[in-house]
């Protein structure tokens, strides 16, 4: 396993923006599905989305607030996202799955090979 590097994130106020970005492992696979979990305090480690070249998942809860896109020649993933809430502070970490043919069905703990370091997000009111 590899560990991905993370970058951004930090404190915002509700109704606030963060951007988070993380750079992902080689061979850069344009068929792997890149993207983001969340782990609340005391919660388990939870989808919010992935891609790759063919397809895109969001997980349904933070579809219209999340926007997740990646930069394929750089190899980098981003996690954008709004009109932040206080429920969305917690430990965020990016990561990869080998080359699958479709996200949605694959972004889930048990396929993930390899993670991101994690980001702490605060979210005040």
């Known amino acids: 396993q590899v560990q991905l590097v993370q970058s951004g994130g930090g404190s915002a106020q509700a109704g606030g923006s963060l951007r988070l970005s993380c750079r992902g492992s080689?061979?850069?696979?344009?068929?792997?599905?890149m993207g983001w979990f969340r782990q609340a305090p005391g919660k388990e480690r939870e989808p919010i989305g992935g891609l790759n070249a063919v397809s895109t998942y969001y997980h349904e809860p933070r579809q219209d607030r999340v926007t997740i896109s990646r930069d394929f020649a750089k190899n980098i993933v981003y996690l954008q996202m709004d009109r932040l809430k206080p429920e969305d502070t917690g430990m965020y970490f990016c990561?990869?799955?080998?080359?699958?043919?479709?996200?949605?069905?694959?972004?889930?703990?048990?396929?993930?090979?390899?993670w991101g370091q994690g980001t702490p997000v605060t979210v005040s009111s």
């Open positions: 990561a990869e799955t080998e080359r699958v043919p479709d996200c949605t069905g694959n972004w889930r703990v048990s396929t993930i090979l390899n």
């Open positions: 080689e061979p850069n696979y344009a068929g792997k599905c």
